[in-house]
Structures are given as C-alpha cells and as structure tokens.
C-alpha cells in the first residue's frame, strides 16, 4: 500500500494550494482518508478527513471553513484544498488512510504517505 502526497509548497499568507494524496489502495472506497499536519517541534495533529462514501467530512476548528477535503474514486485520490491559508498553518502535511469510520487520533490510521512541506510567508 502506498500513499503518495503532494502538492505542498511555499505561500504568501492568504493565498491557497491544493494538496493530492494517491493511494495505492486496491479498495479505495473501504477506507477513510485523512489529512494530519506536524510542524517543528509539534505533535502531528488532525486536519481533516472524509468517509468511505465521501458523504461525511470532519474537520480541525483551526482549519474550518478554510480547507475543504474531497476525493475522487476514479483516480483514488484524495484532495486537501487549502485557501485563506495562515503563517500557523505551516507544517508537513500528511495524508493516511484507515478501514472504517472517520477518526481524528493519528494512531488509530492503518497507512501513512511521506508528507508534503507547507510552508506560508507571512
């Protein structure tokens, strides 16, 4: 199972990316996909996620009505749009993928990709 980040890059403050995560799942549509986020010196915290159906979102107060996460069945992919974006919101973005419902500890997700670097100017 791989799960392929990207996206990532360097933003003025108010501005927005795209980040894409591509699984390698052979069953796409049984997983809950997440976005996680670290930055130096950080606990890697919850962002956002979306259920199996694509039909339930869940997101961090921090991020909420700034980021929205979709995915696209046909490409296995699942996207992180990131707009409004902040000088805090700097960090290495992770997607993850678990079998089942949406959850928000990162120890609970079955599958990690390599990260993306974020990082926004203020």
């Known amino acids: 199972v791989q799960l392929q980040a990207s996206g990532g890059g360097l933003v003025q403050a108010g501005g927005s990316l795209r980040l894409s995560c591509a699984a390698s799942?052979?069953?796409?549509?049984?997983?809950?996909m997440g976005w996680f986020r670290q930055a130096p010196g950080k606990e890697r915290e919850f962002v956002a996620a979306?259920?199996?159906?694509?039909?339930?979102?869940s997101y961090a107060d921090s991020v909420k009505g700034r980021f929205t996460i979709s995915r696209d069945y046909a490409k296995n992919t699942v996207y992180l749009q990131m707009n409004s974006l902040k000088p805090e919101d700097t960090a290495v973005y992770y997607c993850?993928?678990?079998?089942?419902?949406?959850?928000?500890?990162?120890?609970?997700?079955?599958?990690w990709g390599q990260g993306t670097l974020v990082t926004v100017s203020s």
């Open positions: 799942l052979r069953t796409f549509s049984s997983y809950a």
């Open positions: 979306i259920s199996r159906s694509g039909s339930t979102t």
């Open positions: 993850a993928a678990r079998v089942g419902r949406i959850l928000k500890a990162p120890g609970e997700y079955d599958y």
